[in-house]
T-cell receptor, first 111, second 113 residues
Framework: GENVEQHPSTLSVQEGDSAVIKCTYS??????FPWYKQELGKRPQLIID?????GEKKDQRIAVTLNKTAKHFSLHITETQPEDSAVYFC??????????FGTGTRLKVLA | DGGITQSPKYLFRKEGQNVTLSCEQN?????MYWYRQDPGQGLRLIYY???????QKGDIAEGYSVSREKKESFPLTVTSAQKNPTAFYLC????????????FGSGTRLTVV
């Protein structure tokens, strides 16, 4: 069935370093790929998204890349800060109502 | 708070008891969703609804029930048939087919006592 694999499950980086989180999806009909950040005990918040007609999108320190051939997409955070510490979820959607979420990555930025 | 409200924030259930989680949105969104979140397992879809008076099972619907009598409301009942209900439950809404972007509620943490 449809699934999204997300790696790594935990990631620790030093403040100022970059962090990369990778996802692989199975449904070739997927055409929308959002990333959510969830701080402890809070709701997931959309931080960036990309559609299948675009290969890369940037928003300040955050970027997402998409490789449709390989069915891979990645989140890149540069110049990490302590407030970037959270759980990050990727998702894939074929444009219908459902999102398929990855299992999440717990990012810890060490000061 | 963000246009979608879940209540209560914390809920305790006794063995064999049914409990209902509330989800209300004022975003005029057509679609609403319920997800369950367990540590290390991400977000799993329980039920979703595209329009009023219609809903579909997600991946883990057993032991749960929903209703969609109003566009704004999508309550989730956790029945006694759900053997391991302790989890964090998230409600979400989206504009509808062809439109992107979920808005999440702040969640309900359910604990069996």
């Amino acid at each position: 069935g449809e699934n999204v694999e997300q790696h790594p499950s935990t990631l620790s980086v030093q403040e100022g370093d970059s962090a990369v989180i990778k996802c692989t999806y199975s449904d070739s009909a997927s055409n929308y790929f959002p990333w959510y950040k969830q701080e402890l005990g809070k709701r997931p918040q959309l931080i960036i998204d990309i559609r299948s007609n675009v290969g890369e999108k940037k928003d300040q320190r955050i970027a997402v890349t998409l490789n449709k051939t390989a069915k891979h997409f990645s989140l890149h955070i540069t110049e990490t800060q302590p407030e970037d510490s959270a759980v990050y979820f990727c998702a894939a959607s074929p444009g219908t109502y459902k999102y398929i979420f990855g299992t999440g990555t717990r990012l810890k930025v060490l000061a | 708070d963000g246009g979608i409200t879940q209540s209560p924030k914390y809920l305790f259930r006794k063995e064999g008891q049914n409990v209902t989680l509330s989800c209300e949105q004022n975003l005029n969104h057509d679609a609403m969703y319920w997800y369950r979140q367990d540590p290390g397992q991400g977000l799993r879809l329980i039920y979703y609804s595209q329009i009023v008076n219609d809903f579909q099972k997600g991946d883990i619907a057993e032991g749960y029930s929903v209703s969609r009598e109003k566009k704004e409301s999508f309550p989730l009942t956790v029945t006694s048939a759900q053997k391991n209900p302790t989890a964090f439950y998230l409600c979400a809404s989206s504009p509808g087919h062809g439109s992107y972007g979920y808005t999440f509620g702040s969640g309900t943490r359910l604990t069996v006592v």
